[in-house]
């Protein structure tokens, strides 16, 4: 009713909501679940132990703890969340079980996690595929007038309100071919001079939306580096902010600019796609940091003693996780703020007030926009998932809730957005942008794995690498069970299978 | 039939399997005439008898039909109902309130939708689509709220689409072209009964 770039965007949500709460679930079976119900029976795998020093790790404050301190550590992770099974840090390096049975917590820990990747992709591609089949078979030839007036009424439409909405839709399509109708005249008829004129603009503009970008980056950069030092509730959360404040007003003004270089609607809808590479090239510049500050590119010989700086992170896994547990927050806050402090009092205003609507202008539901929020939350939990087990989970919650919320604003505020999408095409668009985020977190977590863990706390205390866990559980199992997974490994049996398949 | 009350006779049931009247062609795969009539009947009840086998004469006006809920909200429901009327004033027998009921259906064939759009949006009843029968088309849809510009612009592009034979306005040719090429005429052209 309001446009196939809204149904999308609630596909997309639905989408989401079932792939992190089956994760969970997996996360919660093989890792969680275990660590909570059995007990420790053996010692670490690794019969080595590192220096005294990299060991010290003590996330308990001592002494009375005020009650408002329980808040600020339910929104920054510290304190009392810091230990737990919310992260890395609280699962334990040993075998559990009881006495005929044991698990080994680090090897499913890090398989679950490798699994977590590979079942995403999976429901990605799946997705994907299913979308493209819509863009190849389906999809009427919109922008076509005639098509639009003498077929678009659908005669089966019961009811006032469906009739009414449906005129609506049928309202804003002209609209839109319309407008890109009169853009298209208007950029042909340009002069020589002014189309000169033009390209200048843009070339400068261009460059001032670099700019822009660039000073968002080296302010996320300045930003973390000095959130890391200090503490206290706002700093905790700076980068957060600074992402979201870029996110926010980035997209903004190069909408303004498009504006003033009067560009078609599509180029538009193209630019404000291309802010997604803004999105997450943000969270990358804050894990480019803060491994920067991990492994000491500023001063070298902190590193020294446990290849890692244990001395600001004597838990860095938690730490990384506790900052992606900081950005998910951070942007469910947000949204519901705006969504109580922005969207209800411009209802109000609309309801009560239509010369004031008109001035301030009928709120929009900006497909493109709400799209990438969801997709950047998603990157954030697939890349601190490795990090902090529960992630999945809470982001469950939060787009439970996100999605409830977008519904009642839409339904109650909004009317349909002007410069709409092809919906079939923008269901691939947006899965093939989820699969970049996916790719990046993928990046991230293959970094982690190979650099050393922390020796103060988590699963891999004290191995090299955290991939060492596969190598040295394979020599534990028995003789029969390495030879036959050799065979299945080797040549003669896969290449068949390969082949069958 | 057993102890069913005879609203039809036999020959009448067999004529309303397959008539071939003019262009239309019934189909009772989906609604018997008896459902119909029920529905036609409860329109009037006292004027509309119950027993048929007579083949009496017996029109309903305009104003009962479009009061039917499928059709209430229909912005073209006047029309619809006047391109079925024999009189042109959209008053029905039972005839043609079962053959609009089949063209309207899932079942009946795209050239005969076609022939039946063209004459609910020929307001004029010219045989052609102009720029007035494409503006009253447009009102109707968008609710009167686009600019009066802005109908101009959509009425000129629409029949410069569509306009084979360059008279400016649409003839039947024309308007069958364009609706071979759209491929959810037959679905959005289907009132469910």
Redesign the interface.
Same mark, same amino acid.
């Given at each position: 009713n309001f446009g196939g770039g809204v149904q999308s965007y609630f596909l997309l949500l639905r989408f989401l909501v079932l792939l992190n709460l089956v994760s969970f679930l997996l996360i919660a079976g093989f890792v969680v679940i275990p660590s909570i119900v059995l007990r420790a029976v053996h010692s670490s795998p690794a019969n080595h132990t590192g220096p005294e020093e990299c060991m010290k790790y003590d996330p308990n404050p001592q002494g009375l703890v005020a009650f408002y301190n329980y808040v600020l550590d339910f929104l920054s992770g510290m304190g009392f969340m810091e230990y737990s099974y919310l992260f890395y840090g609280y699962y334990s390096n040993t075998l559990v079980g009881d006495r005929n049975f044991s698990y080994n917590i680090p090897l499913a820990y890090l398989f679950t996690v490798v699994f977590y990747f590979a079942f995403c992709l999976i429901c990605i591609m799946a997705m994907g595929t299913a979308a493209r089949i819509a863009v190849a078979t389906g999809g009427s030839a919109a922008g076509n007038y005639s098509m639009i007036v003498f077929t678009g009424w659908d005669y089966g439409c019961l009811g006032d309100r469906a009739t009414k909405l449906k005129q609506k839709n049928i309202h804003y399509r002209l609209q839109v071919d319309l407008e890109e109708q009169l853009m298209k005249e208007r950029a042909a008829s340009l002069t020589l001079s002014q189309k000169v004129v033009l390209y200048t603009l843009r070339i400068f503009l261009g460059f001032v939306a670099l700019g822009l970008i660039g000073a968002a980056c080296f302010s996320i950069f300045e930003a973390t580096v000095f959130s890391q030092g200090i503490l206290g509730l706002i700093l905790e959360y700076l980068p957060s902010i600074v992402i979201t404040a870029g996110n926010f007003l980035v997209p903004l003004l190069c909408e303004q600019i498009a504006l003033v270089e009067r560009y078609r609607p599509s180029t538009t809808v193209i630019l404000a796609l291309l802010s997604v590479f803004l999105r997450l090239v943000s969270l990358g510049v804050l894990l480019f940091t803060l491994w920067g500050q991990i492994k000491c590119q500023v001063d070298l010989e902190k590193c020294d003693l446990c290849q890692y700086n244990h001395e600001e992170y004597p838990c860095w896994e938690t730490r990384v996780g506790q900052e992606m547990y900081k950005l998910t927050l951070f942007d469910l806050i947000v949204t519901i703020g705006a969504l109580v402090l922005v969207e209800f009092p411009r209802m109000l205003v609309d309801n009560w007030s239509n010369k004031v609507a008109r001035w301030v202008g009928r709120q929009e539901f900006v497909v493109s926009a709400n799209v990438l929020n969801l997709v950047d939350g998603q990157t954030v939990v697939w890349t601190g998932a490795l990090f902090c087990p529960l992630l999945p989970l809470i982001n469950t919650a939060k787009f439970v809730i996100l999605f409830y919320c977008k519904k009642v604003t839409l339904f109650a505020n909004c009317r349909p957005a002007l410069k709409t999408f092809r919906s079939t095409t923008s269901n691939f668009f947006f899965l093939m942008v989820l699969l970049f985020g996916w790719a990046m977190a993928t990046l991230v977590m293959i970094y982690s794995v190979a650099i050393h863990p922390s020796m103060g706390c988590g699963p891999f205390r004290f191995f090299p690498y955290m991939w060492a866990i596969v190598p040295m559980s394979f020599y534990r199992l028995s003789e029969v069970t390495q030879d036959f997974l050799f065979f299945v490994g080797s040549q003669a049996f896969s290449v068949p299978l390969f082949a069958l398949s | 039939m057993g102890n069913k009350q005879t609203i039809f006779t036999d020959e009448q049931l067999d004529a309303y399997q397959v008539i071939l009247t003019k262009p239309i062609v019934v189909f009772v795969g989906f609604f018997s005439p008896s459902r119909l009539h029920g529905r036609y009947h409860e329109l009037a009840p006292h004027l509309v008898p119950m027993d048929y086998t007579k083949d009496p004469d017996c029109k309903l006006p305009l104003a009962l039909i479009v009061n039917m809920? #499928?059709l209430k909200?229909?912005? @073209?429901r006047n029309r619809i109902v006047e391109s079925f009327s024999e009189d042109g004033m959209g008053n029905l027998s039972f005839n043609e309130f079962v053959d609009m009921f089949s063209v309207?259906s899932e079942m009946a064939p795209r050239e005969l939708k076609a022939i039946y759009?063209f004459k609910i949006?020929d307001f004029n009843v010219d045989n052609y689509l102009c720029k007035e029968d &494409?503006e009253k !088309?447009?009102n109707k849809? !968008? =609710?009167e709220?686009?600019t009066p510009e #802005?109908v101009q &612009?959509?009425c000129e =592009?629409?029949?410069e #689409?569509?306009d084979l034979d360059g008279d400016n306005k649409l003839s039947f040719a024309d @308007?069958e072209n364009?609706?071979s090429?759209?491929?959810? @005429?037959l679905? !959005? @052209?289907?009132?469910?009964i």
């Open positions: - | 809920p #499928e909200e229909n912005p @073209f309207l759009a949006y &494409l !088309t447009l849809l !968008t =609710k709220e686009l #802005e &612009l959509v =592009k629409a029949i #689409e569509a @308007f364009m609706i090429r759209a491929p959810d @005429f679905s !959005t @052209f289907h009132i469910r």
